[in-house]
């Protein structure tokens, strides 16, 4: 059986649900941290002062996830736990979403609400910008000026991305790679140089692809 591949936002959005005049304003959230959650949900209650909830959940990464939610006054589960459920059907992590209701004078009831919450927190998730979390590979190379070119053509042969580069006396270059593609960029690097050219680095990490590019994770 596969493993599940694992997301995360590089991009939040915001969306808006309406029932029985009862407003219900969702928005996704980038997080790493718990602390970063109760800023975001501490100006979401000062922006909101008038609305009658402002439910949440959200999925930190971990071994095992961080998962937390809260139906902020609403029935037990009808809110916090739904939008939990979705960002686990999605399997995202570093992710948090809200829903902010504005009561409309009518009470929806159990299932009403459930529905109501979910359907809001869609709004956001699909309008939201997502990726997988990809393992990877961050290599620090240090090159005579003669492989430099060899060098980073192998690279891009192998999917490699150049994070910095430096040219001093001799060549500093730091690339990232998934990390399948790391392991064949190594063994391409040895028999092109002879064995010559080693990382002075190596480092496992976490990398996201965005426009074509990995990019590194902080998870």
Known sequence: MSETKLCTLLKGAQGEFEEKKSRFLSQSFCVRREEEVAEILAGLRKQHYDAR???????????????????????????????????????????????????????????????????????????????????????????????????????????????????????????????????RFLSALTELSGGSVVPEKTETLFAVEAEGKLCALSL
Do not use: W
């Open 53 to 183: 909830h402002v439910c949440y959940a959200y999925i930190l990464h971990g071994n095992p996830p961080v998962e937390k939610s809260s139906d902020d006054g609403e029935p037990a589960k009808t809110a916090g736990l739904p939008m939990l459920d979705l960002l686990r059907a999605a399997s995202l992590r570093n992710t948090l979403i809200t829903v902010v209701r504005y009561f409309g004078g009518t009470k929806l009831g159990t299932g009403g609400l459930v529905r109501a919450y979910t359907a809001a927190a869609k709004e956001a998730l699909n309008a939201s910008v997502t990726a997988e979390i990809l393992p990877a590979v961050q290599l620090l190379l240090c090159l005579d000026y003669g492989f430099y070119g060899k060098v980073t053509r192998l690279a891009e042969d192998c999917a490699g991305t150049v994070l910095s580069l430096q040219f001093t006396e001799t060549v500093s270059l730091c690339l990232l790679f998934r990390e399948a593609d790391s392991a």
